[in-house]
DNA sequence: TTGAAATGAATGAATAAGCATTCACAAAAT
DNA sequence: ATTTTGTGAATGCTTATTCATTCATTTCAA
């Protein structure tokens, strides 16, 4: 077990395991056996279980922003950026639904139980969109009333339920890329027919 | 002790421990010392601890419901209507932030390991924002190529996400009103400045 | 009217099960 | 030979739930 990389061995075990019973009612074992390891080697890689969770979301998160970054470096249009947007996080969820159902879920917990410790790479993350709305206002392509603290948990808010209902349910009347584009469009045009104000 | 309502009494409780410490974290024996009640009481008004939580659900929620389709009854254009919904929502977990907290933390999580237990109480209630643009579309107020099934939670997810970080920070820049007016503005006209397209 | 018996609501100490973490030891690597 | 890495059984704590008992109220026979 040389070449195997057992800290991301367990991370991956980790974000089955946290998927399929949550934080909470997950047990080391599990995790243990799912990375085929002794319950005691978890402890030679992290200090305790919520430690786990905490290094998932860093280092998951983490990844993202990196990637939508880099897909936004070439944009100048805000609007494609919001899209861009989009469309990245809700293929990423579609594409690795476990990792989006822990994400979506315990995202939520961590903020409470762990008061302590500030998530920073979600707000990193979140800030990417208001960052857009910034620059969209600077450029006069959006309105300047618009709170762009408002703006980035509502977009966020959005694409967040939708991929997490999407994931949940067995049935799919859309899919990710649809959602994306309606949901950019619905915040970028309003959804009033053609001709109405 | 004989006229004051246990259950109630139980379930306020219910809501201020799971607040404070979320579900798995709140002790049977918390609940029962903030109900000023003994721990065995409340196995004589619940089953167990699960179905605390899913009745403080069914109650909370349906009295929401109630609230916002009273609201609704008399208003007849669709854009109004989803407006008076922002608005309402955003002011009561505003004006609750205990319920809140448990409702927007707690929800996940019920979906996730009560798979049993369909939350048809929450569906109903987002389902009153599908109702809206079915109706904005019938009408022609609305764009028909609107799904209205990812605009419901497009729409919720905006709410709940922000009132959600709105109840956990302690220093607003905006108020829920603020927010409700800023959110269904989005939603209704989009986020461009005026005379760009 | 009175007080003995019945009812059922309320109690909280005891039970029993679950599970995170530790640690004495083993294997592998250097 | 020494250090690093891995093991998994044992430990010890936490807590949901139970249940024998108490207490307050009501019923009703004398």
Redesign the pocket.
Known sequence: ??TSD?HSKIIGAAITVFARKGFF?????DIAKEAQ?????I??YFN??YDILISLFEEEIGKIILEVKLLLEKETDPRTMLHIFALHHMQLMGEHKELAEVLQMELRQSNKFMKEYRNTKFIEYVDVVSAIIHKGQKEGVFRESLLPGVFKRAFFGALDETSRLWVLSPDHTYTMSEAAQQISDMFIYGIMAEGRS
Chains 1, 2 share one sequence.
């Open positions: 077990m040389r057992k009612n997950a047990r080391i074992s390891v002794a319950d005691g080697t402890y030679l305790n279980k």
